[in-house]
């Protein structure tokens, strides 16, 4: 049973991730009608926005030490951080706190390079055909991974969560187990509330504010909407720009538990694609309900006693499962009736 | 009297082929074709080494580390430097001009730590650059691809960090040869320590990387440790760069076992590491005993990735900065000040590497492959960081000592992260030959 629970709560947070970048695709296809497969690029523009700012905020002030000698004889380097000299003790809980603190700077910042993705390039490839929509996305998130290579090397480049949250929570205890059965790891869990608040706060601007019924209305008739002389492009600019800003939230907080590296949307791309598929093209509970779903059936394939039956599922399970939903539900599990059927 | 100027169709052909014969000539005979008695015989003032390592992928801190030690090696072969472990290095015959008379120049590839990619590089290399010698590579599973293409083309291999028993054991071959130590020897090594500081009454779980590597490291280290009297709960096999680890590791959290292995390196080590850390394995009590994470096979450049989690982890490791004897220090000494931080144990082999095959061609007179394996094979040096050390020729394996390392708990600088336990002598960690399989095969000089 303590097995079980732990890999539902590894499918969760893993999930999390998966339903975060899969509700931005979903935004993107269901309003503009555009498959953008540079979206996992944007989880990983994210990533390194956490990257940048713990970089910029840990600058260091350099002194050497004339007295202490390195073994191939030059003086040792004494480091110690600007933020730290001039600050003292917030200094340190600023660096501490740095991937929650790069929230507010990813959020302008992927604002502003959707903006630039979508008027620069997609919104000319609206009306063009899928085929081409993929081609020309794709180009363009190998050109995005490569300007963070030749930036920031090849290596993976880890982020620590915050010292109070980088041990494990004994969350067994609080309903009825051992102590010690089930633990699991503090930043995990927020990472799974976060992307459960984003999720959210994604559908209640999209339920409650005009702007999203409007955005709602477009995606399901937009000739309708634009009839009735409301401009739904520069409404759906506004979509892409949020669909950035998920993604690259659920890249920020990412970090700590997977360290980024310039290929690392790549990795998730693919995976949220199937996610997309599974859950149905266009319907956002559906992307969300898959990504938890699909997260939870990989971290279930990767138990021994499951593998031991099945040798290597854990790696083709999301596959298979994608494979079996196209055959027998090809709208994927809330997708709308017509949609990949015709 | 031949009529010049009423040429017959005879006439014309025979005096065709003369002159083509002619204008043929010098080239046939001064040609590759007939004069090299091996691929690649150098016919300038330089000679190629092939430094292929993995630029991108789940080794690239190895990789970047071992294409800096190449640059220093080429340099000092060359007589520029301040000539690093040239100046301890014994036996040695190389003058410090080049090899043979020749300068040393490289070429590059990126193995991307795969095989396919190791081996079009390699090719890439031997092909249309010329080299002689190919070296590098921070899997075993590129190397062993390497080894063997080398083998086929008919040129050198001399691996860099490459830790499978069967890379000098069941894929050995004769073109190759490896400086680094194996799991095996990690194994012997290790588990007496592991003894003294755990007891003999353990229970260990296995995660491993599912290649080449992972699989031999997991044998070596689960006879090593189950001869102590420890009992293996359960050995996982994981994907390379599987990135998030955490759906095999929550299964050790209530598995019975009260140690967990990771047999994983680099990249794959970093992040399996962090997150066992971070599920709050360390912090546990399990079967009455602290619960112990051990990382067989360590480096500098991975505990530097996983920062503060190793303190207190053991690991063995085939080299490390801090080592005091003259060839360590020179070659800390060179690195040090050309780069601004000490060498890894990957930059360490393939430095030596290179500099044995360059002596060894200065020995054998000649850069014919096989006459390089005759001197390499059997072949006992010192001064280069390990102690005293034979190329054995049974497997073209090297036996030297082995480091038995641990996590720094009061670390006095950025790269003062490991702690030498213990350095295991040779004769240790020392074993038969026909244990792994394989043969080695004729020695191939490509022609």
């Known amino acids: 049973m303590d097995a079980i629970l732990l890999q539902i709560l590894n499918g969760l947070d893993k999930g999390g991730a998966y339903a975060l970048i899969a509700l931005g695709l979903t935004l993107v296809f269901g309003t503009l009608g555009v498959v953008n497969f540079a979206h996992g690029a944007l989880f990983m523009l994210g990533a390194f926005c956490a990257v940048t700012v713990n970089q910029v905020?840990?600058?260091?002030?350099?002194?050497?030490?004339?007295?202490?000698?390195?073994?191939?004889?030059?003086?040792?380097?004494?480091?110690?951080?600007?933020?730290?000299?001039?600050?003292?003790?917030?200094?340190?809980l600023i660096l501490d706190y740095s991937v929650p603190v790069s929230i507010l700077a990813a959020i302008p910042i992927m604002i502003v390079i959707g903006f630039i993705m979508e008027r620069g390039l997609i919104q000319f490839f609206y009306k063009r055909p899928h085929a081409e929509q993929i081609l020309v996305t794709f180009g363009l998130a190998i050109v995005l991974q490569e300007i963070i290579k030749t930036w920031f090397g090849a290596n993976p480049l880890p982020q620590s969560p915050p010292t109070a949250l980088r041990s494990a929570a004994d969350i067994g205890v609080l309903v009825g187990f051992n102590p010690g059965e089930i633990v699991y790891p503090y930043w995990r869990l927020v990472y799974f509330v976060f992307s459960a608040l984003v999720i959210g706060g994604v559908f209640a601007f999209l339920q409650l504010t005009t702007f999203g019924m409007v955005v709602r209305a477009g995606m399901a008739d937009r000739e309708t909407v634009g009839l009735l002389g409301i401009d739904i492009e520069k409404r759906f600019t506004l979509v892409f720009g949020l669909a950035a800003v998920v993604a690259g939230l659920a890249g920020v907080m990412y970090t700590p538990i997977l360290p980024p590296d310039y290929h690392m949307g790549m990795d998730f791309l693919v995976l949220s694609f199937v996610v997309v598929v599974v859950g149905g093209m266009g319907s956002l509970p559906g992307a969300v309900a898959a990504g938890f779903l699909l997260g939870i059936l990989q971290s279930f394939a990767s138990m021994t006693e499951v593998k031991s039956i099945l040798p290597g599922i854990d790696q083709i399970i999301i596959y298979l499962v994608a494979v079996v939903i196209l055959l027998v539900r090809p709208r994927g599990l809330l997708g709308r009736k017509g949609v990949m059927e015709g | 009297m031949v009529d010049f100027l009423?040429?017959?169709?005879?006439?014309?052909?025979?005096?065709?082929?003369?002159?083509?014969?002619?204008?043929?000539?010098?080239?046939?005979?001064?040609?590759?074709?007939?004069?090299?008695?091996?691929?690649?015989?150098?016919?300038?003032?330089?000679?190629?080494?092939?430094?292929?390592?993995?630029?991108?992928?789940?080794?690239?801190?190895?990789?970047?580390?071992?294409?800096?030690?190449?640059?220093?090696?080429?340099?000092?072969?060359?007589?520029?430097?301040?000539?690093?472990?040239?100046?301890?290095?014994?036996?040695?015959?190389?003058?410090?001009?080049?090899?043979?008379?020749?300068?040393?120049?490289?070429?590059?590839?990126?193995?991307?730590?795969?095989?396919?990619?190791?081996?079009?590089?390699?090719?890439?290399?031997?092909?249309?650059?010329?080299?002689?010698?190919?070296?590098?590579?921070?899997?075993?599973?590129?190397?062993?691809?390497v080894q063997s293409l080398c083998q086929e083309a008919g040129v050198i291999f001399m691996a860099g960090l490459t830790h499978s028993n069967?890379?000098?054991?069941?894929?050995?071959?004769?073109?190759?040869?490896?400086?680094?130590?194996?799991?095996?020897?990690?194994?012997?090594?290790?588990?007496?320590?592991?003894?003294?500081?755990?007891?003999?009454?353990?229970?260990?779980?296995?995660?491993?990387?599912?290649?080449?590597?992972?699989?031999?490291?997991?044998?070596?280290?689960?006879?090593?440790?189950?001869?102590?009297?420890?009992?293996?709960?359960?050995?996982?096999?994981?994907?390379?760069?599987?990135?998030?680890?955490?759906?095999?590791?929550?299964?050790?959290?209530?598995?019975g076992a009260d140690v967990l292995i990771l047999n994983h390196y680099g990249k794959d080590m970093v992040n399996s590491l962090t997150q066992a850390v971070q599920f709050g394995l360390r912090d546990k009590q399990v079967n009455g005993k602290q619960f112990e994470i051990v990382v067989p096979l360590y480096s500098r450049l991975m505990a530097q990735g996983a920062g503060e989690n190793v303190k207190g982890i053991f690991g063995s490791t085939n080299w490390h900065w801090s080592l005091q004897d003259e060839g360590s220090k020179a070659f800390v000494k060179s690195f040090g000040a050309e780069y601004g931080f000490p060498p890894s144990q990957a930059a360490h082999t393939c430095y030596v590497q290179t500099l044995l095959y360059a002596d060894a061609c200065e020995r054998a007179g000649t850069f014919m492959p096989c006459g390089v394996v005759e001197a390499l094979e059997g072949h006992?040096?010192?001064?280069?960081?390990?102690?005293?050390?034979?190329?054995?020729?049974?497997?073209?394996?090297?036996?030297?000592?082995?480091?038995?390392?641990?996590?720094?708990?009061?670390?006095?600088?950025?790269f003062d992260l490991l702690e030498v336990v213990q350095?295991?002598?040779?004769?240790?960690?020392?074993?038969?030959?026909?244990?792994?399989?394989?043969?080695?095969?004729?020695?191939?000089?490509?022609?």
């Not at chain 1, 007295?67 to 040792?76: Q, R, S, Y």
């Not at chain 2, 010192?382 to 000592?401: E, I, S, V």
């Not at chain 2, 026909?434 to 000089?445: K, V, Y």
């Open chain 1, 57 to 92: 905020i840990g600058l260091e002030q350099v002194t050497l030490d004339p007295n202490n000698l390195t073994p191939w004889g030059t003086p040792v380097e004494i480091r110690e951080p600007y933020i730290v000299s001039w600050l003292g003790d917030t200094g340190h």
């Open chain 2, 6 to 145: 009423n040429p017959s169709r005879r006439g014309v052909l025979k005096g065709g082929a003369a002159i083509g014969a002619g204008l043929a000539a010098p080239t046939i005979f001064s040609s590759q074709a007939w004069a090299a008695e091996y691929l690649n015989k150098p016919t300038g003032d330089t000679v190629t080494f092939g430094f292929n390592v993995p630029q991108t992928g789940a080794y690239a801190d190895e990789g970047a580390d071992e294409l800096r030690a190449y640059q220093l090696a080429v340099k000092h072969l060359n007589g520029e430097g301040d000539g690093g472990m040239l100046n301890t290095m014994k036996p040695l015959t190389l003058q410090g001009n080049g090899v043979l008379g020749k300068k040393v120049a490289f070429t590059t590839g990126d193995t991307q730590t795969k095989s396919d990619a190791a081996r079009a590089s390699a090719k890439r290399m031997i092909e249309k650059d010329g080299a002689l010698m190919i070296t590098g590579g921070s899997s075993s599973g590129v190397a062993i691809a």
């Open chain 2, 166 to 255: 069967d890379t000098t054991g069941k894929d050995k071959r004769r073109n190759g040869f490896r400086h680094f130590f194996n799991a095996y020897m990690s194994g012997a090594a290790l588990a007496p320590v592991l003894k003294e500081a755990y007891g003999s009454d353990r229970k260990a779980y296995h995660l491993t990387a599912d290649y080449t590597w992972g699989w031999t490291q997991e044998e070596s280290i689960k006879n090593a440790t189950e001869a102590l009297g420890w009992e293996t709960v359960e050995a996982v096999r994981t994907p390379l760069g599987a990135g998030d680890f955490s759906q095999y590791i929550t299964p050790v959290l209530n598995s």
């Open chain 2, 380 to 414: 006992e040096f010192d001064g280069m960081g390990n102690g005293p050390t034979l190329y054995r020729a049974d497997d073209h394996q090297c036996f030297k000592k082995v480091l038995v390392v641990k996590g720094n708990e009061n670390p006095t600088s950025q």
């Open chain 2, 423 to 447: 350095e295991v002598p040779a004769e240790a960690v020392t074993y038969d030959a026909s244990i792994f399989g394989g043969e080695l095969g004729d020695c191939n000089n490509g022609v």
